[in-house]
């Protein structure tokens, strides 16, 4: 049986912050290079970040949840049909990033298929959000 791999990696500050000046420094766009082919060498197919992270990637964007509020959605996972060969996983337990396609993409880069992984905290207008994008 072929079992996953998993490499952790983080580009971040001493103090363990995601964001701030430091981006801008020199040294950390060198570094930031060396990370993103670390992924291309391991030949990744898929990408996990936290909310803060991805809210960032997503400019911020809230989802519209209002065509949402009276709709329910059965228990379980949903899972869409593979449509990439990478996989861009978002840890977001409450529900609140604002996907606006079940793809991410981004210039020079192919697009990822995007798997949102919630806890029983996010909301049911947001579960069925979700699915009216096809996001599993």
Request: aromatic share 12%; hydrophobic share 35%; glycine share 8%.
């Amino acid at each position: 049986m072929n079992r996953p791999h998993t490499t952790i990696q983080i580009l971040s500050s001493l103090n363990g912050r995601i964001d701030g000046p430091y981006m801008g420094v020199e040294i950390t766009a060198e570094g930031s290079k060396y990370y993103g082919q670390a992924r291309t060498v391991a030949h990744a197919d898929a990408w996990l970040y936290g909310t803060k992270t991805v809210d960032e990637f997503l400019d911020g964007n809230t989802p519209d949840l209002a065509p949402y509020q009276n709709k329910s959605v059965e228990p379980g996972d949903f899972v869409c049909p593979k449509e990439a060969d990478l996989y861009f996983v978002a840890l977001d337990p409450m529900g609140q990033l604002g996907w606006t396609s079940r793809f991410y993409t981004r210039p020079g880069r192919p697009d990822a298929q995007v798997i949102e992984v919630v806890s029983a905290l996010a909301s049911q207008a947001y579960l069925a959000y979700l699915r009216d994008l096809k996001i599993s």
